[in-house]
């Protein structure tokens, strides 16, 4: 049997925790199968983000017209596009790899392990033990049992990020930030798309303004079927044909080259033997932590998506500090997870923190609304944007509740409501700002500005 002070299971944020415990002095063992850097570096964020720019990139000329540039769209390598960002994204994987493979007090298990009590683990055909155990084993693509789904070449997210070349049409199951996402970059590429979502939104769990204002952007690029849930799946001919049918019966099919379940994500926690440990998991199997990522296991922790705090990149490496903290530097800290926002990298953006309208209504919550329009603004008529707004939500004593906004650059605007959020500040701190005109930032002071009105 081996032993180790800090034994890590998950190589995506789980590695920094590592290479910090090593630095430290620690031995440490980092176990991951697949390529260091974890889904966001290799299977999420990374890869979806640098396709993204090239649909936004494929779109700009295609608008060239509306701005009187006379520009000529003569089609996209798609393959380059993939090539290139598999190429950079593998590199920083391989590097990443050997970084590790030389550092000091680190040991690097490139494999599969399962619990055998609480701190024990095996690796191949050993067991391996350690003082303090990181559980950061991530998540995967939900593949729910729909009749004849197992029986076709269906796609995972995974699987279409490195497609090399663009399919005719596909449908997507799903309506969530990866479906709309996916739907953008694939609509972008030429390829005829149809989403399939049960609820009666695109990105149901955004705040119901945006999500309906998203559907209608996204309707007017693709076939969008919303309110069908999918029952069947079956290989024609030339393809696949995806049944689904409403709550009232309504039946739908839709035809596809490739056919690519975008349905939500799991835990990992159900390949790890859990059974074995102390480490109870609640109903949807992410891993109980209280507010110190400690799990119900003596010196055990888990972060990351297998914890299910939230489910981002963001909030894993937030996490990844007090994790470090706590467990390396024996320094306990309990972790805020408040305000914590949320991004979808479609054109236009969506971005949220806080709570959503329904969510306040249906906790009886008191508030206020406040709005702007990204065409009310100096820098939205310049750039000609005919969509989006900013929507804020406060308590009548000012207290801000939630912010969402849909269109150009939400992701970045947002963040200055994050701050004043965290900090505790009040509606008048932001209203109050001088943002420099004619930024798209003055659509914020002018939702702010309108809860006050």
């Not at 000529?72 to 593998?90: C, K, P, R, S």
């Not at 206020?368 to 603004?377: E, K, Q, T």
Request: net charge negative.
């Amino acid at each position: 049997m081996t032993d180790f002070d800090v034994l890590v299971i998950g190589g995506g944020t789980g590695n920094n925790v590592a290479a910090a415990a090593a630095d430290a002095g620690l031995e440490t063992a980092l176990v991951e199968p697949g390529p260091l850097g974890g889904t966001c570096l290799n299977r999420g964020c990374n890869p979806s983000k640098m396709l993204i720019q090239a649909a936004n990139a494929v779109n700009h000329v295609r608008e060239a017209e509306r701005f009187h540039v006379d520009a000529t769209f003569n089609g996209v390598d798609h393959a380059a596009v993939v090539d290139e960002m598999d190429d950079l994204l593998g590199g920083i994987a391989e590097s990443m790899e050997a970084r590790y493979g030389e550092k000091t007090n680190l040991t690097l298990f490139e494999e599969y392990t399962r619990f055998v009590d609480d701190r024990t683990v095996v690796i191949g055909g050993g067991e391996v033990t350690a003082d303090k155990v990181v559980v950061a084993a991530g998540s995967r693509p939900i593949v729910p049992p729909i009749d004849g789904l197992d029986e076709i070449e269906y796609l995972t997210s995974q699987d279409a990020l490195y497609l090399r070349e663009a399919p005719e049409n596909i449908v997507i199951m799903g309506g969530g930030y990866i479906a709309v996402e996916l739907g953008y970059f694939f609509d972008a590429m030429g390829t005829d798309v149809t989403i399939i979502e049960m609820m009666d939104s695109l990105v149901p769990r955004e705040d119901g303004d945006v999500a309906e204002a998203f559907t209608d952007i996204a309707a007017g690029r693709h076939e969008v079927c919303t309110g069908y849930r999918v029952t069947a799946v079956e290989e024609t001919g030339t393809g696949y044909s995806v049944h689904a049918e409403t709550e009232g019966g309504d039946e739908l099919i839709a035809d596809g080259d490739e056919v690519l379940v975008a349905l939500g994500r799991r835990p990992n926690s159900d390949t790890l033997n859990l059974e074995n440990t102390g480490i109870e998991v609640g109903d949807r199997g992410f891993i109980e932590t209280n507010e110190f990522l400690e799990t119900t296991a003596e010196s055990v922790w888990a972060q990351g998506d297998i914890a299910g705090n939230a489910l981002f990149k963001h909030s894993g490496d937030y996490e990844t500090r007090y994790t470090i903290s706590n467990v390396v530097h024996d320094e306990r800290r309990a972790i805020d997870l408040s305000a914590m926002p949320h991004t979808i990298f479609t054109e236009p953006q969506i971005a949220g923190v806080g709570a959503t309208e329904e969510e306040l209504m249906d906790g009886g919550t008191e508030y206020v609304v406040g709005r702007a329009d990204y065409s009310d603004s100096s820098m939205g008529r310049a750039k000609k944007l005919d969509h989006g707004f900013v929507k804020v939500l406060a308590s009548p004593d000012g207290e801000i509740l939630g912010a969402h906004a849909i269109g150009y650059e939400a992701s970045t605007l947002l963040h200055e409501v994050v701050v004043a959020m965290r900090a505790g500040l009040p509606v008048e701190a932001v209203a109050g700002t001088i943002h420099a005109h004619p930024t798209l930032s003055k659509i914020i002071e002018a939702a702010f500005r309108d809860v006050l009105v």
